[in-house]
């Protein structure tokens, strides 16, 4: 198979987004919290997945939940009934129009926010729910606890249907402060005897904090297949399938004598004679110039024997190329396919050796990839 | 001044890129290079600044360099007449019908494109430019020497007109193999009595490696003001512009006490009670999930005493959010403008302090960002 030849574009390098893994993973979440309603996490782009791959895959979903009013209003367009939330809510009062006129719910992180709602008159639609955000330890956006109380009478006083909303800073590891039996402890003493429904768990909550979900869950990371820690065997045993898959093709191959360095800044040197295989997809497609040699790359089974297998990378990333030995694949020729990350190669794998985590490098996507769906 | 306030965007980030120093970058590298032609190299949506503000700053240039013949059309179709390289050449066989219509030269770096250039037949128009790529030590594209010579004389034979060319793997730092010496050395044996003109140097080699620059040069980093070594001292003294300014704004403000901890994983813990300052920005949108605490972020003088004043990151950057310490700007409020990189921070420093480069920042700035040129 040539990922080029049947499509009008010039460089091989395309992204597959499945939607099946889409709804499969909710599936699986629906599983872990089945008590709850669920906010899908689409923002970025729905994390670099696209908004139309994520909708076709995510339509069962309660509610989805992104950032951007232009978002919001695609997803009116293509015919989304159903609830979605703006995370940052309000970013001027002027929004407030449109954000009625889409129907969407919003979270409320400041007094400034406040005092755009409490200007609305003469609206005589629909209750506007709110996630009224409290800062339980995180601190980055929401009302600390002494400040949370008078924003939830005055908002209710206001005639809007309120619900109680707050982020987790370490749902995904231990031994770092604020816990999330911390921030729980900080949440239920904030909104005692405040009656509204709550919306808490992220998606390492959904996997590790199983009293802490509420009764809107908020899941991003897993819904494409990724692990909330970074690390791929955190998710393995809960079932969760990569929803994209980054591959190219090998477009040159060099024949290296012992000795010879690889790429800008020699990294790699040859350490006997061997061939090497040029991919086209670098940097400025989103793979990280950060990888490490030995990063993982898959070479696909039609150009080798059996199954594919893991070529590592030698050389520092380019902008538009990287360099992989080839000593496992001698079969690998001009035009055989990669999979830089995937099914075959988890993207927490790539990220780890390149010091950061798959939700960078699925948002990091460019925008010159063609993203496919199937 | 608001970033948002006038314009249909909801999140304040937005980049603008300043075609003027655009115009002053490309006269920079005509003094620096007088004698040889300029291929601007506007690959990766013009290294994220979009190929529409490059061709708008970048019109005297006397050639384009890129990737993608979808940017060769674009170029065709706003009106430019001049050359246009494809700096890997064709893909496949198919391609070559479209480069001939596009006017397009070509790199040739293997000896499958030499194959798909002979089977052209009947070809009578204007000869074809090739630039035949020598792999003189770098090891990602190119011919090796004992192959070049056989290449180019099959390439003539078919009538095709061509250059020499080869890539530097250490124009930009010394004590690294191999060296633009031990490559040009190759390069002038491999070439000898081949009579052609000749395309070597990077911006690199344009700043420092004055007799290794041939016909056509080919900067690329210079054009956008970034330093080709990732130092931004070492392009102070020669006048180069900041092209890209990421700006945002302050969207929350969070009171800390001492011992607060700030965003996911608590990175930073307050040393005092202190302000802390939201910034609409993260990874999503670009910008370095590596950055350091301590990397710097401009606040506007609007909101500061005089001439604006650095406010450092505290707290690991999140997906849509950075976080900033804002005790050296005790005004900054809710709407203050921000700038993430440009002409006030250098984006070789935001990179300095993630680990990496300022191309790699700039390629990867993201679709959501609005792109705004000036």
């Known amino acids: 198979m040539s990922l080029s030849a049947n499509r009008f574009i010039s460089r091989p390098i395309v992204a597959t987004i499945h939607t099946d893994a889409f709804r499969h993973n909710l599936g699986r979440i629906r599983e872990l919290a089945p008590e709850s309603k669920i906010w899908s996490v689409v923002k970025a782009k729905a994390y670099g997945h696209s908004l139309e791959a994520a909708f076709k895959g995510l339509e069962s979903t309660d509610g989805f939940a992104l950032l951007d009013l232009a978002d919001a209003q695609w997803l009116r367009d293509h015919g989304w009934e159903g609830r979605i939330l703006l995370l940052e809510g309000l970013f001027s009062q002027q929004e407030l129009e449109r954000v009625i006129r889409l129907r969407c719910d919003l979270v409320v992180h400041s007094e400034k926010q406040v005092v755009w709602l409490e200007s609305l008159k003469n609206y005589s639609g629909h209750p506007i729910n709110i996630f009224l955000k409290l800062n339980s330890g995180m601190n980055r956006l929401g009302f ?36 999330v039996g911390e921030q729980m402890e900080c949440f239920n003493q904030t909104t005692e005897g405040l009656e509204a429904p709550s919306s808490l768990a992220n998606s390492a909550a959904i996997l590790w904090h199983r009293n802490a979900l509420g009764d ?59 061939r090497i295989g040029v991919i086209a997809g670098g940097y400025a497609d989103g793979y990280p110039r950060h990888a490490e040699d030995g990063t993982p790359v898959w070479v696909d089974a039609a150009d080798t024997q059996g199954d594919g297998v893991i070529c590592p990378i030698v050389g520092r990333v380019s902008m538009d190329m990287l360099t992989i030995d080839l000593r496992e694949a001698p079969n690998a020729k001009i035009g055989s396919v990669v999979e830089l990350w995937g099914n075959e190669v988890p993207v927490d794998d790539v990220a780890q050796m390149s010091g950061t985590i798959g939700y960078e490098l699925i948002c990091a996507l460019a925008q010159r990839v063609p993203v496919l769906t199937d």
């Open 144 to 179: 600390r606890p002494a400040e949370y109380r008078t924003a939830f009478h005055r908002l209710h006083a206001a005639g809007y249907h309120l619900h109680h909303m707050t982020h987790f800073a370490n749902a995904d590891q231990v031994e770092r402060s604020p816990s």
């Open 216 to 274: 809107w869950i908020r899941p991003g990371i897993l819904l494409y297949g990724v692990s909330p820690t970074g690390v791929h065997a955190d998710i393995v045993r809960s079932e969760f399938q990569a929803v994209m898959s980054l591959r190219s093709e090998i477009i040159d191959i060099q024949n290296l004598k012992k000795g010879d360095y690889v790429g800008y800044g020699g990294r790699y040197e040859a350490p006997e004679d061997m």
